[in-house]
């Protein structure tokens, strides 16, 4: 069985400093690791993923994120938050060959100025 | 694209009523997942479709809830007898599947549930 932990269920930020969202995962096999961002009254939009290859990954808005094997952890990042940001954040996994994404708790981003 | 569409964006019903939820996902995107959303369990999935046929639906909670996906291009869940628990944001997902790999999966935009 696979899951995931969001450290964290709010986040309060002061606009242009570094955003950090926690993400550990657990996984029998070698994961595919998401990022999703929701905004108020809309779907889940995909923010970036991990899948294979440079662990370092680049997303829309910014957003980057480290898969960290040994950690078990993929952590979200931004360096300077903008208003826009405020939102709630999810990170996800999933088997390689396989479709059930499992979702962590979320993470409420809020962005003061 | 449109994306995944999903209908109604709000629906409030009495409790003992039936509830139709209606998705049509991306087009040539083969799988198809049901979502809910609540502020206690957050996201759970409920059940998904591979080229329209029911993969997994241990996510369902009882069966008061059927999901059915008569063609590529379109999903129900129905809600029978609701309930005010049932009360939550339901989403629409869609992919494509190809042998064991998948692209990532993409959201409607979701149907706020109301029972009252």
């Known amino acids: 069985a696979q899951s995931v932990t969001q450290l964290g269920s709010h986040v309060s930020v002061s606009e242009g400093a570094l955003v950090l969202l926690r993400c550990n995962y657990s996984?029998?096999?070698?994961?595919?690791l998401f990022w999703y961002v929701q905004y108020p009254n809309q779907g889940l939009q995909l923010l970036l993923k991990?899948?294979?290859?440079?662990?370092l990954v680049k997303g829309i808005n910014g957003f980057e994120a480290e898969f960290k094997k040994s950690e078990t952890s993929f952590h979200l990042t931004k360096p300077s938050a903008h208003m826009s940001d405020a939102a709630e954040y999810f990170c996800?996994?999933?088997?390689?060959?396989?479709?059930?994404?499992?979702f962590g708790g979320g993470t409420r981003v809020l962005v003061k100025p | 694209d449109a994306g995944v569409i999903q209908s109604p964006r709000h629906e409030v019903t009495e409790m003992g009523q039936e509830v139709t939820l209606r998705c049509k996902p991306i087009?040539?995107?083969?799988?198809l997942f049901w979502y809910r959303q609540t502020m206690m369990r957050g996201l759970e999935l409920l059940i998904y479709?591979?080229?329209?046929?029911?993969?997994?639906d241990s996510g369902m909670p009882e069966d008061r809830f059927s999901a059915k996906m008569p063609n590529a291009s379109f999903s129900t869940l129905k809600i029978q007898p609701s309930e005010p628990r049932d009360s939550a944001v339901y989403f629409c997902?869609?992919?494509?599947?190809?042998?064991?790999?998948?692209?990532?999966?993409?959201f409607g935009q979701g149907t706020r549930l109301t029972v009252v």
């Open positions: 991990y899948t294979t290859g440079a662990t």
């Open positions: 087009s040539g995107h083969n799988s």
């Open positions: 996984s029998s096999v070698p994961p595919y």
């Open positions: 997902a869609s992919s494509l599947t190809r042998g064991l790999m998948n692209t990532e999966a993409f």
């Open positions: 479709f591979n080229n329209n046929v029911p993969i997994d």
């Open positions: 996800a996994v999933k088997k390689a060959a396989g479709n059930k994404l499992t």
